[in-house]
């Protein structure tokens, strides 16, 4: 089955400036590649995902990148704010009709220092 | 307003009392899905349904059952819950399948 691995742990930077998070994953077949934000105490929200047929995805300060070949995705946050502090979490999915399976990585802890 | 509810929201249980997770969406989403969360390990998928009666396992169903009777409708059934089940469980559900999926408030369980 999939493994995704997410690294670091946890991450501090000064508010301003950029974080990045990685993300290794097993099964060549995975094409969709999420990132959800988990604040203090509450539910996991998506921010943003990728496909497997495109390399990059930005919205606003947050871009993801995916190298298929690598087998590898980053979500990179710039211009960094308080509340961007939280735990990050990647995950991968061969999602096509009938193999719907999600895989998370194990989490990043995001501290952002004013 | 658009939810996915989950009830209850904090059980304490003991060693072999069967118990029951309901998960409830209005959003009227085919796709649904338990997950558990403990400290170090993040997020894994316990069962998702495609459908109403299309169930399959995640990546740790041992020691739990799911049905899909309605489309709104995803329980998570422990029949013999352990002491190592003590977690964090969210429902999700969504649209399109494992895509963009909404998650619940989240069940705090403890079994003794």
């Known amino acids: 089955g999939e493994n995704v691995e997410q690294h670091p742990s946890t991450l501090s930077v000064q508010e301003g400036d950029s974080a990045v998070i990685k993300c290794t994953y097993s099964?060549?077949?995975?094409?969709?590649f999420p990132w959800y934000k988990q604040e203090l105490g509450k539910r996991p929200q998506l921010i943003i995902d990728?496909?497997?047929?495109?390399g990059e995805k930005k919205d606003q300060r947050i871009a993801v990148t995916l190298n298929k070949t690598a087998k590898h995705f980053s979500l990179h946050i710039t211009e960094t704010q308080p509340e961007d502090s939280a735990v990050y979490f990647c995950a991968a999915s061969a999602s096509n009709f009938g193999n719907e399976k999600l895989t998370f990585g194990t989490g990043t802890r995001l501290t952002i220092i004013p | 307003e658009a939810q996915v509810t989950q009830n209850p929201r904090y059980l304490i249980t003991v060693t072999g009392k069967k118990l029951t997770v309901t998960c409830s969406q209005n959003?009227?989403?085919?796709?649904m899905s338990w997950y558990r969360q403990d400290p170090g390990l993040g997020l894994r998928q316990i069962y998702y349904?495609?459908?109403?009666?299309?169930?399959d396992k995640g990546d740790v169903p041992e020691g739990y059952k799911v049905s899909r009777k309605e489309k709104r409708n995803f329980p998570l059934i422990l029949e013999s819950p352990s002491p190592n089940q003590t977690s964090l469980y969210f429902c999700?559900?969504?649209?399109?399948?494992?895509?963009?999926?909404?998650f619940g408030p989240g069940t705090r369980l403890l079994v003794l």
């Open positions: 959003m009227n989403h085919e796709y």
């Open positions: 099964d060549s077949a995975s094409n969709y």
């Open positions: 349904s495609m459908n109403v009666e299309v169930t």
């Open positions: 999700a559900s969504s649209s399109q399948g494992a895509e963009t999926q909404y």
């Open positions: 990728i496909r497997s047929n495109v």
